[in-house]
C-alpha cells in the first residue's frame, strides 16, 4: 500500500532506507534472521524497476553481508548506533546516491 501510495506522485522521487540492524549484544539470532529476511524480501521482491522508489542499502553498509551491526561500525558493542567513522564514511556515499537519484543515474 505504501508503495502504491508513493506511485500515485510519479514527478516525486521517494527514498526508502533498507532497515538499520543492531549490535549481536542486542539482537537473537532469529531477530537478526528475520530482519535480513524483511531486507532480501524489500531488495529482491519490493523493489520494482523503472519506479519513483529507490533503496537506500544502509543495511548491506551496516553488516558488510552479515546478519549484525559490524562491532567496528557502532558506537560500542551494546551500542547499536553507529559510530562517528563509519557516519563519516557512510554520509558522503548517501549524499552522492540522493544525488543520483535526483538526476537520474541509478533506478
Do not use: C
Request: aromatic letters at 16%; a negative charge; proline letters at 4%.
Amino acid at each position: 500500500a505504501l508503495k502504491n501510495k508513493m506511485q500515485e506522485f510519479p514527478d516525486n522521487k521517494f527514498i526508502i532506507w533498507t532497515p538499520a540492524v543492531q549490535v549481536q549484544n542486542n539482537l537473537t539470532l532469529e531477530e537478526a534472521q528475520r530482519t535480513q529476511s524483511f531486507y532480501r524480501w524489500m531488495k529482491e521482491e519490493w523493489d520494482d524497476k523503472g519506479d519513483n522508489v529507490y533503496i537506500w542499502d544502509f543495511y548491506q553498509y551496516e553488516t558488510d553481508g552479515g546478519l549484525y551491526l559490524k562491532d567496528e561500525y557502532s558506537t560500542t558493542t551494546t551500542d547499536s548506533h553507529p559510530n562517528k567513522k563509519f557516519a563519516g564514511r557512510i554520509a558522503p556515499l548517501f549524499a552522492q546516491f540522493i544525488i543520483d537519484v535526483i538526476e537520474g543515474k541509478i533506478d
